[in-house]
């Protein structure tokens, strides 16, 4: 916090106010000033023993109150010694129990273990508290309706619209660019977050993706709603700022293209980088090679470098001096520069410095818009605590796979690359990470899928319609004989009793090798097999029920295990070397 704001009246900086309590093993911000808080640590432990002696009149302070004596104190004494037989001075023959500090501490301070950090969600996780009135006057909120979950915190999986703006405003800001941008998605990230809380999926999506835009409801000033009308075949960063829209719009724009609901979103401009970065002592980066952009007025030489301030933003909009000189290189920097923010905020070095945490809580809510459903500092505090156990090295980045638009002769937009784009997004809606994590399958369900195949025209099946679209079962059975040869497939009509969520493929352990067959073609998972315990006659049919899980015939029912080939990844957890 700057010396000139609200929080340093007197010459007490508030980042000097955390004190470390060996009591608790936890910082604590001591909220109003005093001789005591102002004293070296050496005097306030000498203050701790002088209290811990023997005396008639027991006026020590309760553990959470020590240090935070009010300015009237002596008074105080005077008021204690007339009260006799008050709460603070034992009765005759009466124990002396320590308080719990919880209950005393919840009306000086709010503990919260999770990062509000626009760009770097799961950055916190060491305890620290935080002066709730102050930050939460930072914070900015926009309204975005039903386009998100409103103020819940989903328990399944979670997805997260981290948004960076163009907008050109603050100090210095208008030398980039467009400084009369309104504030277009210029950086957009789809944080999915795993059910279990185990690895998360960073999607960048890039500014000039060519997609449809739906009519988006707007709230307005004055509390009435406008629908901004939809714009078909346009670039994606016009879903925030043109036309008066704002991040709900951007929200149902990625759900329409991914198929993900969005549940929040948090947006930061340029500004957010400088203080943040700043915040935390600077970034380390490293280069593969010489830069000087005069577009970004970024030079570095080859090697390490700590960024911070205008040097750290400069980092992130270069873009001609790396790789190919287009977006989708500015975009991997700018994940390997998250990736590294995310390592120093999870590191020693700021989670137990109390006065770097002060500057960067500060920095981080004055830097974030949210939507009204995390709009407090107690709701991104439990977003924060719900997120922080997920693992840097299970973080992944990614880039949503594209080529070049063919419609333009100068190629200056992209659009879907489908095939691998539609695999990234399955992996993602079927919650499938793209790490490492979820890869140990238990071998007995593994083993299900392993083994000879059946010839296609010895596969006997019957297909029930448990749950799946009209006519999904007749349809089934018409693709697997026209297009798969399994010409002994029937229809059996619709299951009887509740609509099942998963497809599901019963049968024999000797038609184990039949089974192994009709998963491969209908990219059934292990879980989806239920084997019997008897034989089956010679003729026997497999029963083969649709659940809600089936789209369409053909279209493969678990998602792909890997990431499709070429998609440009980060780990946030591995430094490299720009290039």
Not at 245 to 269: E, I, Q, S, Y
Not at 413 to 429: C, G, I, K, Y
Not at 514 to 529: I, P
Request: net charge positive; aromatic share 4%; proline share 6%.
């Amino acid at each position: 916090m700057d010396a000139q704001e609200r929080g340093r009246a007197g010459n007490i900086d508030p980042a000097d106010q955390w004190v470390f309590d060996p009591d608790t093993g936890n910082y604590e911000l001591r909220l109003e000033p005093s001789a005591e808080q102002s004293a070296p640590p050496t005097q306030r432990r000498a203050s701790r023993r002088a209290a811990a002696a023997p005396v008639d009149d027991d006026t020590r302070p309760l553990p959470t109150q020590r240090g935070r004596r009010a300015a009237g104190a002596g008074a105080g004494a005077s008021a204690s010694a007339g009260a006799g037989a008050g709460r603070g001075t034992p009765q005759p023959g009466s124990s002396r129990r320590k308080p719990k500090a919880k209950a005393s501490g919840k009306k000086r301070a709010m503990h919260w273990t999770g990062g509000v950090m626009a760009f770097v969600l799961v950055a916190g996780g060491a305890g620290a508290y935080f002066v709730y009135e102050h930050f939460n006057g930072n914070l900015n909120t926009v309204d975005v309706g039903d386009a998100g979950s409103g103020d819940t915190i989903p328990d399944g999986p979670m997805n997260i619209l981290v948004l960076g703006t163009d907008v050109r405003t603050g100090k210095g800001n208008d030398g980039y660019g467009d400084s009369g941008s309104v504030g277009h998605a210029d950086t957009t990230i789809l944080f999915h977050v795993s059910a279990d809380r185990s690895n998360a999926t960073a999607m960048s999506i890039p500014r000039d993706l060519i997609t449809d835009i739906p009519d988006c409801p707007t709230k307005q000033k004055d509390g009435s709603t406008k629908v901004i009308p939809g714009t078909p075949k346009t670039r994606f960063n016009t879903s925030l700022g043109q036309e008066g829209r704002d991040p709900g719009c951007t929200m149902r724009t990625v759900k329409k293209l991914t198929g993900l609901t969005v549940n929040h979103f948090m947006m930061a401009d340029f500004n957010a980088v400088k203080s943040l970065t700043t915040a935390v002592g600077g970034v380390d980066v490293c280069l593969g090679k010489d830069i000087d952009d005069p577009d970004s007025h970024l030079k570095l030489n080859k090697g390490p470098h700590t960024l911070q301030g205008e040097q750290a933003l400069a980092f992130v909009r270069t873009r001609h001096s790396v790789g190919t000189g287009g977006d989708l290189s500015r975009i991997e920097l700018q994940q390997q520069f998250l990736s590294s923010m995310i390592r120093k905020m999870k590191s020693n070095e700021t989670l137990t410095d109390g006065s770097k945490l002060w500057k960067l809580a500060n920095a981080a809510t004055k830097a974030l818009t949210v939507d009204t459903g995390i709009g407090s500092i107690k709701k991104l505090s439990d977003l924060g605590q719900n997120l922080s156990g997920v693992d840097t090295k299970n973080i992944t980045f990614a880039t949503l796979p594209v080529i070049d638009n063919p419609a333009e002769k100068v190629k200056t937009t992209v659009v879907l690359n489908e095939q691998p784009a539609e695999q990234l997004f399955a992996m993602m809606r079927a919650d499938q990470s793209l790490t490492e994590v979820k890869k140990k399958a238990k071998a007995k369900e593994a083993a299900k899928l392993k083994g000879p195949k059946a010839d296609p025209a010895d596969v006997r099946v019957e297909v029930l319609n448990g749950g799946g679209p009209f006519g999904a079962a007749q349809d089934t059975v018409d693709w697997m004989q026209n297009t798969e040869g399994v010409l002994k497939s029937s229809n059996g009509g619709n299951a009887t009793g509740t609509k099942l969520k998963k497809t599901t493929l019963e049968y024999a352990p000797n038609q184990a090798d039949q089974a192994r067959r009709l998963a491969d073609m209908m990219g059934l998972s292990a879980s989806a097999l239920k084997p019997g315990g008897k034989n089956a006659a010679p003729r026997a049919n497999m029963t083969l029920t649709l659940g809600a899980d089936f789209k369409s015939a053909g279209t493969p029912l678990t998602a792909p295990q890997k990431a499709p080939e070429g998609v440009q990844k980060v780990h946030a957890d591995k430094q490299v070397c720009a290039k």
